[in-house]
């Protein structure tokens, strides 16, 4: 069962209390097991959409760890769509632990050279569906103007979780663009959107607001990204960060991946450290989920997250 609104869960620590700060963690990671965070937020509309197209297949991106590449595998299996992974790079045997769990859940896993990956996703569909008939094909990260509407829902949750009243800042970890995208366009210009991008470099503002723009075509000034805490780029990470996951999980019960939302809540506590939240304001912090890539990130560096995993 799909668990929403997910919970909305406040963190209490003296370090907060002494700055008058409620800290709220929206627990997107407890929607579903498989399909958890804002992975089920952005497929929600386009399964909606290829049901209503009367399409058997889904076809979507990613790379060989990718959380929407999961996310999308067990979307299929439940809701009775075949699903084809386009994966950049070869299939390294035996399949790390996100791929063989897509393989367990019925995908069919294309590999694509890296080069072509980046340059030719348009073909690359267009080639598949011409092999194995027409799909309905969803970007990489799933995030589109459907992907948008579907990360606009979480604001009116929260509005309705407080009481009716919005945080003073809200802040989301960042790949594609999606759920920061939806963020912005459920505020409607208020509060203020901290997104935290897990990929080096400031290129991610002009996809969100593309994505913004595409699905109610309209600006925002109430966002910001904060670029420094995505640690030297996409998948990197280092010993203070793996430290700060395992003593949160050890205070808060609360599990944090390193590519996503361990950058996210790290970049979150560092910030209220230097004052870059005002004292006595209310902050959500949205949990995006991502956690089945633990197990993938453990086995390639040895089991340095602590805590138990039960997918």
Request: net charge positive; aromatic share 10%.
């Amino acid at each position: 069962m799909l668990n929403q609104p997910s919970p909305l869960q406040l963190i209490q620590d003296e370090f907060l209390t002494q700055r008058r700060i409620r800290l709220f963690v929206k627990r997107d990671d407890l929607i579903h097991p498989q399909i958890s965070g804002n992975k089920w937020r952005k497929l929600k509309y386009n399964l909606q959409a290829a049901k209503q197209q009367q399409q058997k297949r889904l076809l979507t991106f990613g790379g060989a760890y990718s959380n929407h590449i999961a996310a999308t595998a067990a979307a299929g299996k439940i809701f009775g769509f075949e699903t084809i992974g386009v994966i950049r790079g070869e299939l390294v045997k035996p399949l790390n632990p996100t791929l063989s769990i897509a393989l367990e859940l019925g995908m069919r896993l294309v590999s694509v050279k890296r080069k072509a990956y980046r340059q030719e996703k348009t073909e690359i569909a267009a080639g598949l569906q011409n092999e194995l008939g027409k799909c309905y094909v969803i970007p990489e990260g799933g995030s589109n103007t459907l992907a948008v509407k579907g990360c606009a829902e979480i604001i009116a949750e929260i509005s309705e979780q407080l009481g009716g009243e919005l945080p003073d800042y809200i802040c989301v970890s960042c790949g594609t663009g999606g759920t920061a995208g939806g963020l912005v366009t459920g505020l409607n210009g208020m509060s203020l959107l901290k997104v935290y991008p897990a990929l080096k470099g400031d290129f991610l503002k002009d996809e969100i607001n593309s994505l913004i723009w595409e699905a109610v075509e309209k600006k925002y000034n109430n966002w910001q990204l904060v670029t420094d805490y995505h640690f030297g780029g996409y998948t990197k990470w280092n010993q203070e960060l793996i430290d700060f996951i395992n003593t949160f999980y050890k205070k808060f019960s609360i599990q944090l991946d390193p590519i996503y939302t361990g950058k996210l809540f790290y970049g979150v506590w560092n910030d209220i450290e230097k004052g870059k939240f005002k004292d006595g304001s209310t902050i959500v912090v949205i949990h995006t989920g991502g956690l089945q890539g633990i197990a993938g990130f453990n086995q390639r560096f040895g089991d340095l997250l602590q805590f138990n995993m039960e997918m």
